[in-house]
């Protein structure tokens, strides 16, 4: 079955830098790529998602490419504030019902 | 803004006592799904629920897992016999349509002790 990994479990970066995220995924069907951002007693809220028929996409600080040949999508968060402090996972679907996540990245800004 | 919510925040039970986890999807969407979250590992897919039946679930919803919708607002999963394993976070979440944005809730924290 479709398995994603991620790196890195732990980033800090100083406020004002960017932060990349990466995932990559091994089922080639796959199609979907959302990002959710969890903060600390809360659900995971999605952030920006890409589909396979997409290269990259961008909204705001936030950005998300895919490489479908490598098989691999990545987060780019540009100008990095101490809000986007938080978890954040990646996952990957095929069959437009079941996400399947990566391990999470916990992302620390340091002021 | 719309939300999921989901009840009770944190249940603890006694293993081998049912469970019921409790959640309110966004009220147009069509698709409800659960996810767990072991602490420390990753978010794992249990099952989805499409016009009353299940869509698709996970190896790790076995026969001790069942959901629900009881009424027009509902979603609920139960979980019949708890076993220690079963501690876990419980998220709920709901889209619109199948393979758009999922909307989570706030998760349910299930202690089994």
């Known amino acids: 079955g479709e398995n994603v990994e991620q790196h890195p479990s732990t980033l800090s970066v100083q406020e004002g830098d960017s932060a990349v995220i990466k995932c990559t995924y091994s089922d080639s069907a796959s199609n979907y790529f959302p990002w959710y951002k969890q903060e600390l007693g809360k659900g995971p809220q999605l952030i920006i998602d890409i589909r396979s028929n997409v290269g990259e996409k961008k909204d705001q600080r936030i950005a998300v490419t895919l490489n479908k040949t490598a098989k691999h999508f990545s987060l780019h968060i540009t100008e990095t504030q101490p809000e986007d402090s938080a978890v954040y996972f990646c996952a990957a679907s095929k069959s437009n019902y079941q996400l399947i996540w990566g391990a999470g990245t916990k992302l620390i800004i340091k002021p | 803004e719309p939300e999921v919510t989901q009840t009770p925040s944190h249940q603890v039970t006694q293993m081998g006592q049912e469970v019921i986890l409790r959640c309110v999807p966004i009220?147009?969407?069509?698709?409800f799904y659960w996810y767990r979250q072991i602490l420390g590992q990753k978010v794992e897919f249990l099952v989805s629920f499409y016009n009353n039946e299940i869509s698709e679930k996970s190896e790790i919803f076995d026969d001790q897992f069942s959901v629900e919708r009881p009424d027009g607002s509902n979603f609920t999963l139960k979980i019949r016999s708890t076993k220690l394993e079963d501690s876990a976070m419980y998220f709920c979440?709901?889209?619109?349509?199948?393979?758009?944005?999922?909307?989570f809730g706030q998760g349910t924290r299930l202690t089994v002790v």
């Open positions: 979440a709901s889209t619109l349509t199948g393979g758009t944005e999922a909307f």
């Open positions: 009220s147009n969407h069509l698709y």
